[in-house]
């Protein structure tokens, strides 16, 4: 499509929609040669990302148009969206002064990030975290890159739905993804590469919640930890299944630990454990690790604790 | 306008701009209508990559704005830095007049290359590999393309570590991944194509160098797909292979060692598909062993060399 058939189906689309000077849009763009005074429409896109999630309606979209950073503080999504860069444009999301990239504190939203960058800015005072989800939303991230940043690339605390879908993750200084007490996680063809404590960390803090994260043709590489399943509260359950992955070149491959309290388990199958200077780690009351028989686990040290063994079915 | 308002207007000019004569770049950009003698930001890009790197920040990006070549020589890194091609065009770097393309001497840096090609300048005179590190450092390399290159597509030599993620090797006349004296590696999703394998070699003084790799294809290997060797006092090589197809190559795996049961070349592979290959496994020397879990597709090969053990899946 060229860009006048483009823009006459845009204009098409937003009389249909009805819309007006003051009606939110279906359709928030952006562009590096934005200017947040402009409506945010094709012809007159904004420049920031705050100035796009003001205009766009509930369930809208917000499209990057070409190459460019969208933010200069952390930007907080209030309303269910989906931020996308326009295929062969990179749509840099930053995290610096202390905070993360994205924050979603608000319940109840449905947010996608599609083929967006999310990573420090060099020289300047650091970020902390990629995305932090903290409230009972969902959350897509899909065909992106978080990379670079003093923390973790995704934090989710509570309800949170988080899934990584053809996703890179690396060189962080925390985590790659980090669920604590109730998210529900998926990472799947992703590779988690690089990040300073490790890959995937499920943990249940306090109360009774269930944290469960599974990771499906995935790879994770480096870090201190592959995987990690930890509780530390009376009922808390932590669960992380892998099945067709490879975890690598970590420091411990799998870790199910629990302070006594709580049921922390990893569950592999179809996957590859190798070149890891501790395979796995099980400690404390109700923590396991089980296996499904069918995985590749060598050339690791030692691990500590026994593996559970499972048949498939 | 408020104090307040005033900063929050330089901040975002400083990210837009990445101005400052002066200041490092956060992002360094460069274009095929850029020059040298530009601040290397968005409006007024720089041309070729040493000029970036000069110009950006320890931990920086460098972007690639448009298709066209971005070095004359070979790019010496000496920061930790991301260099990519925005999706859809092509980044090139070039390897030519005896040289790599990309050269890492230093150690502790952690270096990206996504979305870029490295490749030959047909008529010049050639180069050598597409990326030569020497440093303990970190490669990682994504959604990119090594081809046609007289020496080796990737290689590693001491403490380094190498992650190469959806991409594609191929048609070279080197080794396709070269790694010794204690370098570490990691494949996956990934082709090599009609160039020289992965080659993994512990050359002595105790070092462990190790690969492993997922989900990829190996084809036509004009040598060995996938090698280990270790040479030299008490060394370790070492590879895993799994989820993955190795056809239509010299030999598929190859593990060898100069006689020592202190030199150990191991290669342990499963879930894997071994077919149409000359030779399907070469194992040789007493510290050589090639394992596989009992679940791999190994057929239609014409020879083999030497024995391969067996150990069980968990």
Known sequence: MNPRQFARYASIAALLMASNAQAQLFRAYLSGSGNDGNACTLQAPCRLLPAALSAVADGGEVWMLDSANYNTSTVSVGKSVSILAIPGAVGSVVALNGGPAVSITVPGLTVALRNVVIGPVASMAPGTNGVEISADSSLVIEGSLIVNLVGSGVVANGAADVRLVNTTVRNNGEWALRATDGVAGTVSKSQLVGNTLGGVR?????????????VTDSLISGGDTGVQATTQASGATAR?????????RAGTAMVSDSNGSGAPSIVVSGSMITENATGWNISGSGAAIRTLQNNQITDNGAGSGTLTTNALM | MSRTKLARVALAAALLFCSGAQ?????????????DANPCTLQAPCRLLPAAIAAVASN????????????TATVNVDRSVSILAIPGVVGSIVALNGGPAVSITLGGLVVAFRNVVLAPVAGATPGTDGIAMTGASSLVIEDSVIFGLPGNGISVAGQGELTVVRSTIRNGAGLAISLSGGARATISDSHILQYGGLYAQSNGASNVTTASISDSVISGASGAAVEARAVGQNPLARVAVTRSTIEG????LKATSNGNRNRLALITFSGSTIAGNATSWHQSGIGASIVTLGNNHITDNDSFVGTTTSTSLQ
Do not use: C, H
């Open chain 1, 202 to 214: 499920a943990e249940g803090l306090t109360g009774a919640a269930i944290t469960n994260v599974s």
């Open chain 2, 23 to 35: 200041a490092q770049l956060f992002r360094a950009y460069l274009s095929s209508y850029g020059s």
């Open chain 2, 249 to 252: 190559s010299a030999v598929a």
């Open chain 2, 60 to 71: 920086g990006e460098i972007w690639m704005l448009d298709s066209a070549n971005y070095n």
């Open chain 1, 240 to 248: 992380v299944v892998v099945t067709r992955s490879t975890i690598d």
